[in-house]
């Protein structure tokens, strides 16, 4: 713990008011006292008040992550314990535990910091100074709480490899925290197995946020037609699959992907129905619309095409022709399920896209349900960094 106060300038400190939990370098008026990167210190509103502890590092622009809003509740093992038990008890209320999010950064009020369980492998990214300074002691916690429920924990592997690690003046680094293991780890999610590289896969290995979309879209998909754009491993293909589709056809510009995909499918028996294709789905999907292909099911998973509010404009252009060029592959009747995974693609913004995909494709829709990102990935309403997916399901009525 540090010795020092960060005074905020009059005026700021809003979203931290609000509950939020970051402070910015231009809301800071000066600090006191003496402090290293990744200290915890005090901050203080521009007339002393008291607002809270968080750790501080002047080389990012978010200079504060907050941890605790109370004088008497300072950054010790006891209040980590207590995060660790309160975010371990809202998985199991909320989702199955067998793979999961366990810990989402500032939504569980742990600032910087992800952890996901794979059956009895926990993943790691830690992406802040100030909590990668906890980290063995959020672990150790975790740990802990698992194993009085009986789960015990085979292996840790880190995959702080991110490149906004540098954002923090940390190096991008992954490897094994204690004894190495085995890193392709099965799990099961709605009834389907995977094969997670926890070493090699993209993020931590497997996209856990879409658990229960991938599950809305099981109701759809028998005896139809479907095609999954920028299928990844083929989850949602392999969920469509498994609800009895007719055949399915998965689309992916990585062909690590494309294998990875191919391997699940033949775990799950699907590789009879469950096809893939190595290819950009930009450049494939005029060209089945070339060739008068039609399916039943449309499904669109792109990654963020935009990561910062700059190219957000770019990002409109992506999203709404690929949700164009998939509205012209659906059946009069047939539904498209589509969604944004970019924080700075905002809600009204990503449905105002949709509706002019729409118009251009000369398709109405109508909807089906929205979505949002799964519960162990909660969002806290102080926090809009922690609300970034958005999922649609719409039917296509016709042309217009």
């Known amino acids: ?77 006891e209040l ?44 790691v990214e830690s992406l802040a100074l100030g909590i990668d300074r906890w980290k063995p002691v959020i672990l150790d916690k975790l740990v802990k709480v698992l194993a009085e429920d009986g789960i015990e924990i085979r292996g840790i592997y880190e995959r702080s490899d991110a490149k906004v690690r540098e954002n923090e003046g940390m190096e991008r680094w992954k490897g094994f925290i204690g004894a190495p293991f085995e890193t392709k780890v099965e799990i099961m999610e709605n009834g389907v197995k995977y094969i997670v590289d926890v070493e090699d896969g993209q993020k931590t290995g497997f996209f856990l946020d879409q658990k229960n979309n991938r599950a809305a879209i099981q109701k759809l998909c028998g005896g139809k037609r479907v095609l999954d754009c920028f299928t990844h491993t083929g989850s949602f293909a392999l969920n469509a699959g498994m609800a009895g589709a007719a055949s399915v056809l998965g689309i992916d510009a990585s062909m690590t992907g494309i294998r990875q995909a191919e391997e699940n499918a033949r775990l799950n028996h699907l590789e009879d129905r469950v096809k893939f294709m190595c290819a950009d789905v930009f450049d494939l999907l ?15 998973d792109p990654p963020a095409f935009t990561k910062s509010r700059g190219s957000v404009k770019n990002a409109v252009k992506g999203y709404r022709e690929i949700n164009m060029r998939g509205l012209k592959l659906v059946e009069e009747g047939g539904f498209l399920a589509t969604c944004s995974c970019s924080h700075f693609m ?55």
């Open 1 to 77: 713990m540090g010795n020092a106060a960060v005074i905020l300038k009059k005026g700021e400190g809003r979203t931290i008011k609000a509950g939020g939990m970051w402070v910015f370098d231009n809301e800071i008026d000066r600090i006191s006292g003496s402090f290293e990167n990744g200290d915890t210190v005090e901050v203080h509103d521009f007339d002393g008040y008291f607002m809270g502890y968080g750790f501080i590092n002047t080389k990012s622009k978010i200079t504060v992550r907050m941890m605790s809003r109370r004088k008497e509740n300072p950054v010790t093992e």
């Open 80 to 123: 980590i314990e207590r995060r660790v038990r309160a975010a371990w008890d809202y998985r199991k209320w909320t989702v199955d535990t067998a793979c999961c999010r366990l810990v989402f950064g500032e939504a569980d009020f742990l600032p910087g910091m992800v952890i996901d369980k794979f059956s009895d492998v926990l993943v």
């Open 286 to 300: 005029p060209e089945l619309e070339e060739k008068g292909e039609k399916f039943d099911v449309v499904i669109l």
């Open 346 to 400: 905002e809600p009204e913004l990503f449905a105002k896209t949709i509706r002019e995909a729409a118009k251009s494709a000369h398709r109405r829709l109508r909807q089906v349900e929205f979505r949002t990102q799964a519960p162990d990935h909660p969002i806290l309403w102080a926090a809009d960094e922690s609300y970034y997916l958005k999922f649609y399901i719409f039917q296509v009525c016709g042309e217009l």
